[in-house]
């Protein structure tokens, strides 16, 4: 489709790239492990674009969650009149509730509108590259050969299930199919039992994404037949990469009284006490070790040090401070009165 033209050239180009940076540092241009990295580097740049998408879409998704409960009011209001007019109201209560919680419906569909036209381009990309006519600049002839005879486990990255008659292709795709539906299923069951309040679980939205948690699996085991594998591996680690972006987004910014935020607030409990605790401990160890000093030396006074003369005050020198009497002299001839007779 030429439509898809542009995102084709961006996704061949991001490829190409990551598999120069490969070959650079020592892997070889042929390989098919080289090839399937230069994949899970396109899966790097496209989801670090999309991260402020994907908070907006956890954000929301949260958002709607907790507004389940107004708009079950909102819809109580409104039950069993069929009218234009009462329909027109009860819309518009409904956006002004959106508007005033900050919520919309459609967000949380974003980042996967998004990815999609990606996932064709590359698909088309990956499906291309095993025929001669295919030409998506920078793509060379060579690149293509080298891309279109790269093997994993010894399957082709442009091989599909419904493609080949290979039983290791037929293996590896069953095996990438089983992975990527069990990631999905994960990633959606951790949103559920994790970032959910209880109050939001009973609500016409919780039972849709209960419905999803068994629907999507199937969607990408029936559709994932006709998938090549670098496509297959593109999805597998796209759903790896939101499996972990989810799990860091749901602990850092749980939604208020879900099982998150619970272990949260424990988490948060548990790092103060600890804080305290050190904190307290480090301000009582000089006090112990001043009551143990006299115990270390069995209980006796040690004895001040005798300084160096040279260094001692005026207050410190040996008879400081105490009246001298004058040392009597030797009497001499002349003194006394008396002087000595001759012999």
Not at 106 to 133: D, E, M, N, T, W
């Amino acid at each position: 489709m030429q439509i898809l033209k542009p995102l084709e050239v961006a996704v061949a180009w991001i490829m190409v790239s990551f598999h120069a940076g490969l070959t650079k540092i020592g892997m070889p241009a042929g390989s098919g492990w080289t090839w399937t990295f230069a994949i899970v580097g396109l899966v790097i740049v496209i989801r670090i674009v999309l991260i402020p998408l994907f908070v907006r879409q956890i954000r929301s998704s949260r958002g709607m969650q907790l507004i389940q409960p107004e708009l079950k009011k909102i819809q109580q209001k409104y039950k069993g009149k069929t009218d234009q007019e009462s329909r027109q109201a009860m819309m518009r209560e409904q956006m002004a509730l959106y508007k005033t919680s900050g919520t919309n419906p459609f967000s949380s569909c974003l980042p996967i509108l998004l990815q999609a036209p990606v996932f064709f381009a590359l698909f088309q990309v990956l499906r291309g590259i095993g025929h001669k006519s295919f030409s998506v600049w920078p793509f060379t002839e060579s690149l293509r050969l080298q891309a279109s005879n790269a093997k994993i486990f010894g399957s082709p990255l442009s091989e599909s299930f419904m493609g080949t008659h290979a039983t290791a292709t037929k293996i590896l795709t069953v095996v990438l199919i089983v992975l990527m539906s069990a990631t999905v299923f994960t990633t959606q069951r951790q949103l559920m039992t994790k970032n959910m309040p209880a109050s939001a679980m009973d609500n016409p939205l919780a039972q849709q994404q209960k419905i999803l948690l068994y629907v999507m699996p199937l969607i990408f085991a029936f559709s994932g037949v006709n998938f090549p594998i670098g496509v297959l591996i593109y999805w597998l680690t796209t759903n790896l990469w939101t499996m972990g972006q989810q799990f860091y987004v749901i602990r850092r910014m749980p939604a208020p009284g879900s099982k998150a935020e619970e272990r949260l607030l424990e988490r948060r409990k548990a790092k103060e006490a600890l804080e305290h605790r050190a904190w307290t401990e480090g301000g009582g160890a000089g006090d112990d070790e001043a009551d143990e000093a006299p115990q270390a030396t069995g209980g006796q006074r040690q004895q001040p040090k005798r300084q160096p003369r040279s260094k001692r005050g005026p207050q410190q020198r040996p008879g400081a401070g105490r009246q001298q009497h004058p040392r009597p002299r030797p009497q001499t001839a002349g003194e006394g009165g008396k002087r000595p007779e001759a012999g």
